[in-house]
C-alpha cells in the first residue's frame, strides 16, 4: 500500500495540478457560508505547520469558528505577532491558543541551518530559525511574547499547549511565572 508521500510524487500529475483539480470538484458543489472574516469563538490558534496535526478537528472546531495561524514550531515570531494583532485588533479575536508537538523538527534545527544556507546560496536569511530543545519551555516562552507584547490588547486569555502526535491529546503548559 501506497504511502500519502508516495502516492504524491509516484504518480504523472504534478501535485498542484491535482490540487487545482480537486479545487475545481471544491468549487462545483461550493456554496457561499456568507460569513464575516470575524471567527465567531473570538479566539486565534498558533500552531506549527506539520502535516500531522488537524487542528479543526482536534479542537472541534468549524469552519469559521477561529483564526489559525502557521508556521514552522509554532513559535510566536514578529509575523505571528502581525497576524495576531491584525486578528485582535481589526476582526475581533480576543483569545489566544498556542499549539506546539512532540517530536517537533525544530527540536533537532539549530542556527547554524542558517549559516549552511548562507553558504549555499551566498545569503543569510533574515529570520531566526527558533530551534529549541525543551518544547514546554518554548510553549512558555510564546505564552510571554504575546502577554508582553504591546501591540495585543487582550493578553488575558493566552494559553499554551503541547499536541501529542501520536494519541492526539492536547497537554497544557503552565503559564511562565512573571
Not at 25 to 37: E, I, K, L, S
Not at 131 to 158: A, E, N
Amino acid at each position: 500500500m501506497a504511502t500519502t508521500t508516495q502516492s504524491a510524487t509516484a504518480g504523472t500529475t504534478p501535485v498542484t495540478d491535482r490540487l487545482i483539480e480537486a479545487n475545481a470538484r471544491y468549487a462545483a458543489a461550493f456554496t457561499d457560508p456568507g460569513m464575516d472574516a470575524r471567527p465567531v469563538l473570538e479566539v486565534a490558534v498558533v500552531a506549527c505547520m506539520d502535516a500531522r496535526i488537524d487542528l479543526h478537528a482536534a479542537l472541534g472546531l468549524g469552519l469559521g469558528d477561529c483564526h489559525t495561524v502557521r508556521n514552522a514550531g509554532g513559535v510566536v515570531t514578529d509575523d505571528t505577532i502581525r497576524s495576531l494583532t491584525i486578528s485582535q485588533r481589526a476582526l475581533g479575536t480576543r483569545s489566544v491558543v498556542l499549539i506546539h508537538h512532540t517530536g517537533c523538527g525544530l527540536q533537532s534545527l539549530t542556527e547554524e541551518f542558517r549559516h549552511e544556507l548562507e553558504r549555499e546560496v551566498g545569503q543569510r536569511p533574515s529570520w531566526a530559525v527558533e530551534g529549541f530543545t525543551d518544547v514546554d519551555q518554548d510553549v512558555r516562552q510564546s505564552m510571554c511574547k504575546v502577554r508582553t507584547s504591546p501591540f495585543l490588547p487582550h493578553t488575558d486569555d493566552v494559553r499554551g499547549f503541547v499536541f501529542d502526535v501520536h494519541t492526539g491529546q492536547l497537554r497544557e503548559v503552565d503559564a511562565p511565572v512573571a
